[in-house]
């Protein structure tokens, strides 16, 4: 796939993207809005590449498979599916996945636990791997679909809130930090900052998607004196460029992200990065996805607006964060600070001292998976009562808590139902508009 790094995707020569073991071409520090060293021009779906490079340098890697906590399978999901999304039948876009199970399943490691304690890693949305049908029209590959999959875990930049087999980690950013001084350094610099807007934007409408509400979010950027935006469109835009981005979100206080064409954004966290404190309108933006890196008490770090409260005008953006005490605005962004060592990927090709990257917090977090279930296999526990569709649920509870109940975000996970009254599955719509995201970020 690197060797025909030009075949991996339809708009992008993705070639450069690949170079400096996944973090792509260095960035120079022209409006010194980055640092002089750590800043690279990352392609959002990378992460395939740099999590691979990552494992390389990881000190506790064993070739001895009968003591190793977690088996990683590197197999780059998020490219391989990149190659055939556009104008191959299911049978080309599914090869590869069914290639790699059938080789899996029969190697000795995967007896062990019949694989749940596997996983691997997509740098791309959970979406583009769940076609739902044969239909050759329908999107994606099966690959989570497939039984052997269903076994293992696939950390994706997005999850599904109604499957168990997958995980959300981290979109890069564009700062890969070689030691821990890079990443002192910038919180330091973030600290420190004059930050002249309330709130900012950076986005595009969604005309064509009548429940989105960026129309109605641009429009209160535009009418307000402390609101910023930096629009985007196709072709060549400030919105492509990292340092206006960046610069952006350098200089607000908070930093709207709506949905796009699936629920989450690469925007979220370069706007952390940036020190600025989120304001999410979904929970399936950040809360149900990040949990390994996320605190699970989401006001610590971000404040939440529901979709409907915009949709129905009874909530002005500008009033509502004008209304946060200033005190507790700067304890957020604190918090929202101190969250960047384990929101960022660390430079493959060096080692950070102390800290812990986002891919230390994704592996930890396997490893205690793969360790509790063990536990639970030894002493008897089943998940039988377990129920797949409630798989967001699972996520938010404490530490040895097993029962799931009403929770106040049902309404935002409830399934559409179709003609016969059966939930349809809400994924194909996402994955239908995700083409478009591709083509928007990639120009």
Known sequence: MLRDCKSLSLWTNMCKFVTNAGLGPPLENVDGVFSDTGWYATNQFAVDVIFANRMKQYECLTNDSSIAAAVFVPFYAGFD??????????????AASIDLVDWLVKRPEWSVMNGRDHFLVAGRITWDFR?????????????????AAKNMSMLVVESSPWNANDFGIPYPTYFHPAKDADVFVWQERMRRLERQWLFSFAGAPRPDNPKSIRGQIIEQCRSSKVGKLLECDFGESKCHSPSSIMQMFQGSLFCLQPQGDSYTRRSAFDSMLAGCIPVFFHPGSAYTQYTWHLPKDYTKY??????????????????????IPEEQVRIMREEVISLIPRLVYADPRSKL????????????????????????????????????ENSWKYALLDEGQ????PHEWDPFFSKPKDGNGESSDSSAEVAKNSWKNEQRTQS
């Open 353 to 388: 001292e102390t800290l812990k990257d986002a891919f230390d917090v994704s592996v930890q977090a396997v490893i205690d998976k793969v360790t509790n279930l063990r536990k639970d296999i030894i002493e008897g526990r089943t998940d039988e009562n377990l129920i797949e």
């Open 402 to 405: 097993r029962e799931v109940g």
């Open 81 to 94: 599916i990149a190659r055939y999304l556009w104008g191959y039948n299911i049978s080309m876009r599914d």
């Open 302 to 323: 971000s404040v939440f607006i529901p979709e409907d409260d915009i949709r129905k005008r009874n909530v002005s953006i500008e009033e509502r964060l004008s209304q």
């Open 131 to 147: 076609r739902l049908s044969e239909e050759e029209t329908d999107w994606g590959n099966k690959l989570l679909f497939l039984p």
